[in-house]
């Protein structure tokens, strides 16, 4: 299965390899509008933000993969698509300035998916 651009997208973004405001105004709100919507409840979404915005260091970050394999397995559709992806993603985060852009992307998601979702 080949990446979306989304997917590449957020890999550049989160090693800083691509303008972030464009990204999480832009591309995040399209993709959760289109994907995420109706995928996945607002509490889903609300305890996966608190997973990752509640990590004080790169190793608890990349200890989240876990808990969200977990919830992407009581999930189907674009919304386990998107979890089974962030998995991967925090286990790439290297040092606090990736964790930190780890944290305002899942913010942004969050908002979007608050407005966005009917659930």
Do not use: W
Not at 85 to 111: G, H, P, Y
């Amino acid at each position: 299965m080949s990446k979306s651009n989304f997917e590449e997208n957020l890999s550049k973004y989160l090693v800083g390899h691509n303008d972030s405001i464009s990204f999480l105004i832009t591309e995040t709100e399209n993709y959760v509008k289109r994907k995420l919507s109706k995928s996945i409840t607002k509490t889903q979404m609300r305890n996966v933000f608190d997973l990752i915005k509640n990590c004080t260091c790169v190793e608890e970050l990349k200890m989240t993969k876990p808990r969200l394999m977990y919830t992407a397995g009581r999930l189907s559709g674009s919304g386990k698509y998107f979890l089974l992806d962030l998995s991967k993603q925090v286990t790439k985060i290297e040092n606090e300035k990736q964790m930190e852009a780890m944290k305002r992307f899942i913010e942004t998601v969050l908002a979007y998916h608050k407005y966005h979702a009917n659930n």
